[in-house]
């Protein structure tokens, strides 16, 4: 009975990750700031995204840009630290 409950939380956990949708994480030095751009229904249309959103940043004198695709929830789509506008 137990391997069955393992069996369900495993396969329950993989199909809500399979549900997660993908965003496009930015992360920049110069304003300290973290941007989500998304929701994409898959990684490949998140990554022909994803140059759009880096132009804009490094257009606004963004500095220090990582740029990261992945499956996540954000609760705020963007957050910079403390006396960051």
Same mark, same amino acid.
């Given at each position: 009975?137990?391997?069955?409950?393992?069996?369900?939380?495993?396969?329950?956990?993989?199909?809500?990750?399979?549900?997660?949708?993908?965003?496009?994480?930015?992360?920049?030095?110069?304003?300290?700031?973290?941007?989500?751009?998304?929701?994409?229904?898959? *990684?490949? &249309?998140?990554? +022909?995204?994803? %140059? $759009?959103?880096?132009?804009?940043?490094?257009?606004?004198?963004?500095?220090?840009?990582?740029?990261?695709?992945?499956?996540?929830? *954000?609760? &705020?789509?963007? +957050?910079?630290? %403390? $006396?960051?506008?």
């Amino acid at each position: 009975m137990k391997l069955l409950n393992v069996f369900k939380e495993i396969t329950s956990g993989f199909m809500q990750a399979m549900s997660t949708p993908w965003w496009v994480e930015i992360k920049t030095a110069e304003p300290n700031c973290t941007y989500y751009f998304g929701p994409f229904d898959d *990684p490949a &249309e998140a990554k +022909s995204a994803h %140059s $759009g959103y880096v132009e804009d940043l490094t257009g606004e004198g963004a500095q220090g840009i990582n740029v990261e695709i992945k499956r996540c929830k *954000p609760v &705020e789509l963007t +957050s910079c630290a %403390s $006396g960051v506008e």
